[in-house]
T-cell receptor
Framework: AQSVTQPDIHITVSEGASLELRCNYS??????LFWYVQSPGQGLQLLLKYFSGDTLVQGIKGFEAEFKRSQSSFNLRKPSVHWSDAAEYFCAVGAPEGTYKYIFGTGTRLKVLA | DGGITQSPKYLFRKEGQNVTLSCEQN?????MYWYRQDPGQGLRLIYY???????QKGDIAEGYSVSREKKESFPLTVTSAQKNPTAFYLC????????????FGPGTRLLVL
């Protein structure tokens, strides 16, 4: 069965430091992969997505993610974190072949220290 | 501007009461989804609809009902059978089912009085 694991529930970084949020998935074929961000009490905003092609994907707000098939991972990175990046981040897997289902990870809450 | 709107932002339910959450989109998307979000559990799929007048149960459909009479609208009713309705409810849509990005509304927080 498909699954998504975000092993870090909480992460704290200092403003200006680099960031990496981990995401591992379980799926037989190459899935569609997404990262979303959620501010408190708000909906989810798409940061970036991977469908095929270049395994390094650029997104909004200076984020990027790298798809590593051998590790079944799709980690999110940012070279220098801003205080406004404090939020909850969700990794999601969507399956191709017309299936409806997206599987979301349980989220990683990012705290940024001034 | 195209997007998804959800109303109300906050909703209070009394014991034994049915309440309906609104979701409207003007993106001309075929597929619409309802998710429930609880702290530490991520998002769980309640119902989804691939086309007008058609919808399917997701992983946690018990105690909920939906309708899809118009392409733009996908209301969710939380019935009295849902014993633990307190949660954040998110509506989403995609151009077509399963193969494209899902876009989310701002959410409705449901609280029980």
């Amino acid at each position: 069965a498909q699954s998504v694991t975000q092993p870090d529930i909480h992460i704290t970084v200092s403003e200006g430091a680099s960031l990496e949020l981990r995401c591992n998935y379980s799926y037989g074929a190459t899935p569609y992969l997404f990262w979303y961000v959620q501010s408190p009490g708000q909906g989810l905003q798409l940061l970036l997505k991977y469908f095929s092609g270049d395994t390094l994907v650029q997104g909004i707000k200076g984020f990027e993610a790298e798809f590593k098939r051998s590790q079944s991972s799709f980690n999110l990175r940012k070279p220098s974190v801003h205080w406004s990046d404090a939020a909850e981040y969700f990794c999601a897997v969507g399956a191709p072949e017309g299936t409806y289902k997206y599987i979301f990870g349980t989220g990683t809450r990012l705290k940024v220290l001034a | 501007d195209g997007g998804i709107t959800q109303s109300p932002k906050y909703l209070f339910r009394k014991e034994g009461q049915n309440v309906t959450l609104s979701c409207e989109q003007n993106l001309n998307h075929d597929a619409m989804y309802w998710y429930r979000q609880d702290p530490g559990q991520g998002l769980r799929l309640i119902y989804y609809s691939q086309i007008v007048n058609d919808f399917q149960k997701g992983d946690i459909a018990e105690g909920y009902s939906v309708s899809r009479e118009k392409k733009e609208s996908f209301p969710l009713t939380v019935t009295s059978a849902q014993k633990n309705p307190t949660a954040f409810y998110l509506c989403a849509s995609s151009i077509y089912p399963g193969e494209e990005t899902q876009y989310f509304g701002p959410g409705t927080r449901l609280l029980v009085l």
